[in-house]
């Protein structure tokens, strides 16, 4: 039995998440159906990590386990063949048994992209949330800092979060800002359901002057999710990659 590792990308727009769903449209469920297509036998597919619904990937990671002996190429050529266009494999490797997508990872990049203008293209409006309001990005890059390091999150999180363990480590948050469009960058060992998007929205609040940077510290204390900032639309969310 071989275990193969795939990396790909896809527009989320269409798919109701990552995660199979009886009846509905998922990122899973057209790769392991494009998977056994290929194979001729059932398969299962490990993720990274679930994406929700509308939410886009440039790097997400799964690994699946096979008895067929093609190369990697031809599994990709296939794959691809097989899949929807909005879903493309990048990539396959062999890896060694041990390797789970979702268990051996280190961490996670996502990307969050806010525009901040008027008028968005319609080849970009799936993917940047519009945000033309005014902010302070003094102030938006102190409460970044806040989210950096080892901290309870269940403040900034889905109140619904099946985990009952909501520590998770910030490793990294970076802002790129233009004229048109401003993307924060986010590394951690993992998030939680809605934590980036209620991070970014959190921000946002901070950047507005509906919440000050001094704030952030009480919310994480108080483990309230009422006391956070929005959950922002998920089409501005891409996984940019996952390492291990």
Known sequence: MRNLKLTLAYDGTGFHGWQVQPNLLTVQGVLQQALQGLFNHEVTVTGSGRTDRGVHAAGQVANTQTIRTMDTAAVVRGLNALLPAEVRVLQVEEVDAGFHARHSARSKTYEYHIWRQQI?????????????????????????????GTHDFTSFCASSTESEDRVRTIYAIEWDRTEEEWVLRIRGDGFLQYMVRTIV????????????????????????????????????????????
Do not use: M, W
């Open 120 to 148: 968005v293209s319609p080849f970009r409006c799936r993917y940047v949330y519009v945000f033309p309001y005014p902010l302070n990005a003094e102030t938006i890059d102190q409460a970044s800092g806040c989210f950096v």
């Open 201 to 244: 929205g959190t921000l946002l609040y901070v950047g507005s002057g509906k919440l000050q940077v001094h704030h952030i510290p009480e919310i994480f204390h108080a483990r309230d999710r009422r006391l956070a900032g929005p959950c922002v639309p998920p089409h501005g969310l891409h996984l940019l990659r996952v390492d291990y």
